[in-house]
């Protein structure tokens, strides 16, 4: 029995609210239980230097935690005056996943930044980062065509992200934080709804995991991400 | 005519939602119209270095903004490696207004941490953060009275904070974005509820302001905060 | 009895040493009793990038202490690898301060830096420091005319500085460090030479303070400026 | 046809050198084909704060690229002030690679400090680290046991690390940067000699793969370990 | 003829006005010619922590420059996040040439540190600095003599210093900016009183010198040292 | 007798690797005994922002050491955020002794950075850093001679470095680890290969030295570098 009663292939409650905040041009909160995210995705007419020229965008992304969005504070990494590895991994992971999402040449020369901000966590801040953000980019999408910035949709597939573990033995779905900081392995999974995979990262807290657990807990994974891209659609489908 | 419709003296609409995240001792989610700020309350039992064995304890306040809170993206803090003038100066500002709020040594050797983080901003977020974050310390003061770390509620007095400015030759009270960003003058008064003030910060913007212009936006943040004093009173006797 | 002998509304001997040093367009030492200030201002032929092409000018400022300015050595700032929050408020409001003094559009493209260092403190380094740093700019304002670099004089009015508080329950004119360190409540004011407020930045350090002890504390400042005023005038119209 | 000739199940030829520099407890410099490492594995009578008193020892990475290892000139990270992302990324997939191998109880109150640089680059930077730094840490290990610091030998398992990928359609091993610059998937394994996994980082870089694909390199990711670990074996059998 | 009109061994008029500063244990302002430094010493009754325990005390010191201190404004190092390379190599130097005066072990467990602010540059900046810095240091001592902190005199020689170089073919002593700018040679010397070398810093920045100009020199250097050394002897003999 | 057994005026072995690693357009693995180097020279077709449109060149240079160079683990300097103040100063040492190499109008609009990067450190690291610079800048301006990226060789004479000191009341040339942490005087000079003097940085760590021992140790320099010279001239002239 998993500590919230859940079974082992259930997610947690999942919601994504649209148009949390007025400024972003896409901009959700997303909740996988407990864990609580703001992602805005922000629209720019320009790219980075090393891709001046070459009529193609980028996406990228930074991730963060308010200070007290955890059982003890952290310091403000503003205050400290650097990110920590965690989150610079964690920002980088969220990045390339939804990089895979879109079509660059169709974005044509435009950067959309993806900001995780994460207001609570209790566990799988990095996959529901990632599953929000697809909604955030999707609708900054929109607003480009709407505003005729760009001709074509430039989105590929939808991208969902989930972690996977085995805990007590046994491989469970999208860990909270009471299973996650016990877990013997974590592996986070981010799909396209296509089922495909475009990132997999796989941990052994304790002892290395064996091929059959990995193959148990990708089949999980599976499941899990098709559900969440079940829920993104769902939210893209509401009115605006 | 005041853009959003409003007469001279009268306040956006406020609401400040408690235990707003849930591991904080104290959290909310303050909004002034279209303003809205995070504040949590993260107590610790120790003090600064500066204090150690004094026999007292500490408030202090750190301010920061999602990058996409505003209307065009700004760089993230934290990822340019320093805090800009602005988010120290405000961090400050809050510090002070909230330590006013305290008897040191009733608060004996403990800190209380207050972070506001604004998600969306539209004029007005340092006087949010102060009387938003006044309710996250009562409610923290609360859990360490419940939790018998102090024996005494050390609190002296509650404190809000408005803005007052002169917007097109008239004195108006809580401007927001589309009034403070073509302010002639532009006031920030923080007060106890027993009618003292405990800081005050003017600025003029355009030309220097006289004492009767002064006095009255005084008058109008007198008002104005009285007004705020209530609302917290509300929302704290509200059950928990 | 105020600690320095003086009576509540005396200021301290208060010199401006023009042309301290010879690099800068502008450049004074200013002393308000033991509290000595070096400020330069420094003429630069563009603008910050915000401001590009918009046929306007900028004024900024920037604070700082000498490590053993002080009673006990506080560590190099530059050693340190950031400016404390303190520095970096009170440069902010110094900025504020001149930029009220000038008429940006006659300013043309040019840019004028006001840097003041403190090489010796004893409470009121900020109003010193602004007091000061309005000769070095009509200095540096002056050199451009003379240098056709500007055809009219951006020069709007005089701005000066002095700190009010109540100590010891009296309302006290330009505090020094024995006084500073006791006061109830501390409030700068920076004013236009027309009587004008530019700045007011007041703080209870103790209780809330009443607007009765407000309305006392700016009277005395206003005496103050226009004493400060007066000492500039007199020395600008020195013989260069 | 591979560019450099191998077949798709073929490694680089590995070379690990013992007692590289003559300072640190454990020292390798550990080549996949042109891709060089110099590792030094530094051991430390204390742990970190966040371990002290737990009677447990910690394993910890450091990653770097000198400026020159790769075919232009990147800023040397020192000066610029900051590690990159990519390189914290890295540090941290070596340093949970490596606990992985170390019974922390029976490694005692000691810290062991893996610092992995990379002199020349070709590919397969961390995967070599990773070979490499095994042997450091069991040199390491074998000193402190002779300094009789430690009673009984804390080593689980070897570890080692090898890249896979999809190129030019075919699954292949131990890309090179010829290949890895060009591949549509490339994956990262890092495994125990008893064949179980204790890292896997794989990402997508053109369309998502399919859990067959997966499959097959992951069993080209086995065989290539295994051959490692074998040089490992072999390299440490060696006379002193 | 030099630009100064002096003749090769001649120095600028040398001053050093003790007590400069009322705050620090030694103070001095030091010019040489249009070089004008501020230099301080502060007295601490602790050591870093690589001397703790050892009996013994140490002397260190920092540079700074006034952003306005040349003929064009340099960036603040303390805005800038970061001394330059000039600053660092200097406190290294100066901190070098001042420890060499000490005896430690009679100093005791104290720190003594040199803050050298260079106001105003026209050259020797580093070379004023350092002999500055001599009669700040002695003044600190006699002050832990008076204060009973020590109990006997740790000073075992005086130190001074002053460039040379090779101007127009012409070996010459104590350069200003206009000759040092041009220089074919420069050559910092800083010698005690008793005509020991403590250190030599010579660049050639044009053509390598060679050993009958390094000669020629060191003659002049001696000659000018010996003239510094007189004067901060006659200083400090002067009534306190 | 010397720790190491060799006579007053016996370098330690010397050997210089050349084409050490493949990228850069010059490399070298440096030894004096056991203190190794990697040096490489990178070519690139742009000069520093200072420079620009003056039609020359640029030579600088940077030096690391990797963290377990030295008996105890140093921390990695890009993980501390700023490199010491010791490795700011040897950079720039080295950098202005291959400028002196070097004809800038020649070079054309080049930049050549030096990396000099420590593996194993045993005294004289600076000073083999030089003498391999020399022989890494000759290979990388061959190399665009090769590439016709200049006409004429820039070369104006060779450079190499060499330390001296008094250790033990005797002048000794090329002071390892053993020596120069008891040596009284330290002294490095950078020669050219026609006996002119480019840089001396002498340091008495004891007793100032007078005039007569200095004379010894340049002596000693002299034929210190000379035979330098003669090891970089053949190893120059091996086929490539």
């Known amino acids: 029995m998993r500590p919230s009663g859940r079974t082992p292939d259930q997610l947690r409650p999942v919601t994504i609210q649209r148009r949390f905040t007025k400024h972003a041009e896409g901009s959700v909160l997303v909740s996988f239980g407990d864990t609580q995210v703001i992602v805005t995705a922000s629209v720019e007419a320009s790219v980075p230097r090393f891709l001046k020229g070459q009529g193609q965008g980028w996406v990228t992304a930074e991730y963060g935690m308010l200070p007290r969005a955890t059982g003890s504070r952290n310091q403000r990494e503003a205050a400290r005056g650097k990110q920590g590895g965690r989150t610079v991994e964690i920002g980088r992971l969220i990045g390339r996943s939804l990089r895979a999402a879109i079509d660059m040449k169709a ?7 993806l900001d995780c901000d994460v207001i609570q966590a209790d566990g799988g801040t990095r996959t529901a980062s990632i599953t929000g ?36 033995d046994t491989p469970v779905l999208d860990l ?23 990132e997999i990262q796989g941990t052994a807290e304790g002892e290395p995991f064996q091929p059959k657990e990995l193959t148990a807990m990708l089949d999980l994974a599976s499941k899990g991400v098709a559900e969440l891209c079940e829920i993104q659609k769902a939210v893209l489908n509401e009115e605006a």
Chains 1, 2, 3, 4, 5, 6 share one sequence.
């Open 107 to 113: 974005l044509g020369e435009h950067s959309i930044t």
């Open 176 to 198: 909270d934080y009471a299973e996650d900081s016990t877990a013997e392995t974590d592996l986070n999974v981010v799909m396209a709804d296509n089922g495909g995979f475009i």
């Open 133 to 168: 953000a697809y909604v955030a980019l999707a609708d900054a999408i929109q607003h480009m065509l709407d505003a005729k910035m760009i001709k074509q949709n430039p989105i590929k597939h939808a991208v969902a992200a989930v972690s996977v573990g085995v805990w007590n």
